[in-house]
């Protein structure tokens, strides 16, 4: 695919993204896109540590769950505005994934894999047993939705299902823009050279640890904003937002997408937020389904749908592909 | 103050060993076939759901439950190896982790559809009336749990080293290919193996369900137990994951009797994160 057809194409997409609310009568419809758009920012994040990075994490949900906890407790203690929830739930992921990843990223293959895991499962127990500060199990009820104000001049609410659309839209395109710029920097190439082989990257200099620390870090803030948004969203966050379920919801998107491809996460959140909803009949088969498709798709389309889309392209152009 | 140590300590140790039962199966699968299964916890999970439905629904005796209901896990284990795992068996490690993921998944919500989500006990033919030895109390089937493990620990102890299976399982471990040019069928070795492991998981499943309780989603915090022992231990240890198994444990039992049973499962979380900060491949673990 050609640079040109590429921005004529985002362009396109960008613009149908816009224009989307004008055409969809259906809240409900609206309000399955914004969770296409939070699971899109917490899968690309993901991505940047299984596709690039090369680290299976099964963690990925500490730092929405941190992310979202920090944006409640903020915003129902101390009244604090959208803005601050925002910088504060950065703050702490980003704080939290330093220090874990000082631990973990010396840890390689399965125990990194197995340490994330547990780390989502700490913070599990911690949420639901610490009631005098999380309200256990209970929750946490009545989180206000984004506002923007200037105190006496305006105030603007994000309490509609289109406003907050725009909202999740904007977030979309910036991840998706930083995402791009980091996967072509060198931090990216240094990545995709740990993946390939790690004793042979480290040996020419380039640093595990370091590369890792950039990666693991970029990939939690992410989940950390994605955590602040749901919590705004939603307006009730729970211990559940550190479910395992999640965690296998967003491997299957990134799987089934394609890890290491930047469309990859796009394709895998759409299809498995507004598929089920077509296919509601089957409700209870679902989760059954979920799971032969990850081995399926596991074993027989390692690039997921972005490999198999470069693939048919090809074919259509008449060329073969590498 | 004493004997209610001791009390806690032996609870610990009963329970530890059948965490080692299922950590062992896991450990065996992880050194042989370098596969971390994930769906090691669903497969604990139908050890407990088959014993549960052989009891209650086809009205067999206990023991014939359990026999039979390792019997099936196995079986399942077997079809999975033959039918998924043996195609990936050069692949990486995050292939085979991400296809096991997908079993459990399969696994845990099929169940879930014929189950239910409310928890069910495993009728037994044990009183449940306590036995006093000295300062101590133990229920009978405690004893016979423990009874169990033990001897299954020592007849697979004893299979591996003294027989002929043994022998060719130990030879694959060491190194598949020189196994392979003497004529060791390797794929025979590891589905057998992956078996095994299952059953292992399954024995587990079926005990612990009778001690507590069976639902579809008790293999997630077991699954995690497991893996804390095997790292604890050594991942692909044998003696490493009994040793992990009795002392998590007998850390769970301490923590939740005398500090706080909400609590307790932090703590092995906890133990896990230090060793690893410490040791960063494990207590027995060699540099991988």
Redesign the interface.
């Given at each position: 695919m050609g640079g040109k057809n590429q921005t004529i194409g985002l362009l396109v997409l960008v613009i149908a993204a816009l224009l989307a609310p004008f055409f969809i009568q259906d809240e409900y419809f609206i309000h399955l896109l914004i969770n296409a758009g939070l699971f899109y920012i917490l899968v690309a994040g993901l991505n940047l540590l299984?596709g690039y990075l090369?680290k299976?994490t099964l963690g990925h949900t500490a730092f929405l769950g941190i992310g979202a906890y920090t944006s409640a407790l903020l915003n129902l203690k101390l009244e604090a505005p959208f803005a601050v929830t925002l910088a504060g739930s950065i703050l702490v992921s980003l704080v939290l994934a330093f220090l874990f990843g000082l631990?973990v990223l010396?840890?390689?293959?399965?125990?990194f894999?197995?340490?994330s895991?547990?780390?989502a499962?700490?913070l599990a127990?911690?949420a639901?047993?610490w009631v005098s500060l999380t309200n256990g199990p209970m929750g946490l009820p009545g989180v206000e939705p984004p506002k923007f104000s200037i105190p006496g001049l305006f105030e603007f609410y994000l309490d509609t299902k289109t406003r907050f659309y725009y909202l999740m839209l904007a977030l979309v395109i910036i991840v998706t823009y930083v995402t791009h710029r980091l996967v072509h920097s060198v931090i990216g190439r240094a990545s995709i050279s740990l993946r390939e082989n790690e004793n042979l990257a480290e040996s020419v200099g380039v640093s595990a640890f370091r590369y890792g620390m950039i990666i693991f870090v970029a990939a939690s803030v992410f989940a950390g904003v994605a955590g602040c948004f749901y919590a705004h969203y939603v307006s009730y966050i729970n211990p559940e937002v550190f479910g395992?379920i999640y965690m296998?919801t967003m491997?299957v998107m990134l799987?089934t997408g394609g890890k290491g491809t930047i469309a990859g996460p796009f394709y895998g959140c759409i299809l498995f937020t507004v598929l089920p909803e077509g296919l509601r009949v089957a409700k209870?088969?679902?989760?059954?389904v979920?799971?032969?498709?990850?081995?399926v798709v596991?074993?027989f389309l390692?690039q997921g749908m972005a490999g198999l889309f470069r693939r048919v392209w090809a074919r259509f152009k008449g060329k073969e592909v590498a | 103050m004493v004997p209610e140590i001791l009390q806690q300590l032996l609870n610990g140790l009963i329970i530890g060993a059948t965490y080692g039962l299922m950590a062992v199966g896991m450990t065996m699968i992880?050194g042989m076939m370098d596969i971390?299964n994930f769906a090691h916890g669903e497969i604990y999970m139908l050890g407990g759901v088959f014993a549960y439905y052989l009891v209650s629904l086809l009205g067999l005796n206990y023991f014939e439950s359990i026999a039979l209901s390792v019997a099936l896990v196995m079986a399942v284990g077997l079809i999975f190896d033959q039918l998924?795992l043996r195609?990936?068996r050069d692949e990486p490690?995050?292939?085979t982790?991400?296809?096991t993921?997908?079993?459990?998944?399969?696994?845990?919500?099929?169940v879930?559809?014929f189950w239910g989500p409310s928890p069910q006990g495993i009728p037994s033919p044990f009183p449940s009336k306590t036995i006093q030895i000295g300062p101590i109390f133990l229920t009978p089937f405690k004893i016979f749990m423990a009874a169990v493990t033990v001897a299954v620990i020592f007849g697979l102890h004893l299979m591996i080293q003294k027989t002929t299976l043994g022998k060719t399982m130990r030879a694959v471990f060491q190194e598949k290919e020189a196994a392979a040019i003497v004529g060791i069928n390797i794929n025979k070795v590891y589905a057998i193996n992956f078996a095994l492991g299952s059953g292992l998981a399954g024995l587990a499943g079926a005990l612990l369900g009778t001690l507590f309780v069976v639902y579809p989603n008790m293999g997630?915090?077991a699954v995690?137990k497991a893996?804390?022992i095997v790292?604890m231990g050594g991942?692909g240890n044998f003696l490493g994951a009994i040793f992990g198994g009795l002392l998590l444990g007998v850390v769970e039992s301490m923590a939740a009797g005398f500090i706080?049973s909400?609590?307790k499962?932090?703590f092995g979380?906890?133990i896990?994160?230090i060793v690893?900060?410490v040791r960063?491949?494990?207590l027995f673990g060699k540099k991988?």
């Open positions: 299984v090369g299976l631990i010396r840890l390689r293959g399965p125990y894999v197995i340490v895991l547990c780390f499962e700490m127990i911690v639901t047993n395992f296998i491997l799987v209870d088969y679902r989760d059954p979920f799971g032969i498709i990850l081995i596991a074993i390692p | 992880f971390i998924v195609k990936l490690t995050l292939i982790i991400l296809v993921i997908g079993l459990s998944i399969f696994l845990q919500s099929t879930m559809l997630l915090i995690v893996f804390l790292i991942m706080s909400s609590y499962d932090l979380l906890l896990v994160m690893l900060v960063p491949y494990g991988i």
